[in-house]
C-alpha cells in the first residue's frame, strides 16, 4: 500500500516550458487536491476533484491546469512555466464517505523554474 | 470564509520541555479540526483530529482540544523530545470536504 505517490520528486524548468506533475493514490479516496507550499505561506489549495469527472479550482489556480484521469490519478499541468511557480507541490486525497475526513499526502515535487 | 491562525514560529525549546503551539480558526458551522506534522523533506502526516466541539485528539504524547468557545485547537505536549522537531500545521475541515490550512510553525527541540 505505497499511499499517496508523486512524480517526479525534482524538477527545473526554464520560463516557457510546460511540464506535467503526476499524481496517484491506491486508497480509493474519492477526493483529490493540488496544493502549492511557500515559505511562510502554508499550504494554499490550487485544484482539487471531489470525486472522479469533476475538478474545481481552488484559491490559486491561475497558470495551471488539472485532469482527473480516473479514481486513482490527478495530475496538475504548468502550460507555460513562470519563475513564480517556483514552489513545493504537494498531491492529496481523502474520502469522505468512509467518514475519515484527513488528507492524505504525497511526497511532494520540488519545482523550480529560472 | 473560513481561516486558521496558528501562532507564529518558530519555536525552540529545550528537551523535555513543555510545548503548546496556539490555534484559533473561523468557520461556518461545526469544522473538523486536525494537526498535520511535516517533518523536513517529506509531506504532511496527520498528527491527531477532533471532530466535535470538547473532544479530545491525541497521538504520540501529543493532545489538542476542539474549543468551540473560545474557537481554539492548541496542540500540547508535556515533554518533547529531538524527534518531534518538525513543522506544525493546524487545519479545518468544512462540510464541502475542503481543508484550511494554518501558515505552519516550526519546532526545534535542542538536546
Known amino acids: 500500500n505505497a499511499g499517496v505517490t508523486q512524480t517526479p520528486k525534482f524538477q527545473v524548468l526554464k520560463t516557457g516550458q510546460s511540464m506535467t506533475l503526476q499524481c496517484a493514490q491506491d486508497?480509493?479516496?474519492?477526493?483529490m487536491y493540488w496544493y502549492r507550499q511557500d515559505p511562510g505561506m502554508g499550504l494554499r489549495l490550487i485544484y482539487y476533484?471531489?470525486?472522479?469527472?469533476?475538478?474545481d479550482k481552488g484559491e490559486v489556480p491561475n497558470g495551471y491546469n488539472v485532469s482527473r484521469l480516473n479514481k486513482r490519478e490527478f495530475s496538475l499541468r504548468l502550460e507555460s512555466a513562470a519563475p513564480s511557480q517556483t514552489s513545493v507541490y504537494f498531491c492529496?486525497?481523502?474520502?469522505?464517505?468512509?467518514?475519515?475526513?484527513?488528507?492524505?499526502f504525497g511526497p511532494g515535487t520540488r519545482l523550480t523554474v529560472t | 470564509g473560513d481561516s486558521v491562525t496558528q501562532m507564529e514560529g518558530p519555536v525552540t525549546l529545550s528537551e523535555e520541555a513543555f510545548l503548546t503551539i496556539n490555534c484559533t480558526y473561523t468557520?461556518?458551522?461545526?469544522?473538523?479540526l486536525f494537526w498535520y506534522v511535516q517533518y523536513p523533506g517529506e509531506g504532511l502526516q496527520l498528527l491527531l483530529k477532533?471532530?466535535?466541539?470538547?473532544d479530545k485528539g491525541s497521538n504520540k504524547g501529543f493532545e489538542a482540544t476542539y474549543r468551540k468557545e473560545t474557537t481554539s485547537f492548541h496542540l500540547e505536549k508535556g515533554s518533547v523530545q529531538v524527534s518531534d522537531s518538525a513543522v506544525y500545521f493546524c487545519?479545518?475541515?468544512?462540510?464541502?470536504?475542503?481543508?484550511?490550512f494554518g501558515d505552519g510553525t516550526t519546532l526545534t527541540v535542542k538536546p
Open positions: 477532533a471532530t466535535k466541539a470538547d
Open positions: 476533484s471531489a470525486s472522479e469527472g469533476t475538478t
Open positions: 487545519a479545518l475541515s468544512s462540510n464541502a470536504g475542503k481543508s484550511t
Open positions: 492529496a486525497s481523502s474520502d469522505r464517505t468512509s467518514g475519515r475526513i484527513e488528507q492524505y
Open positions: 486508497m480509493n479516496h474519492n477526493s
Open positions: 468557520a461556518t458551522g461545526y469544522p473538523s
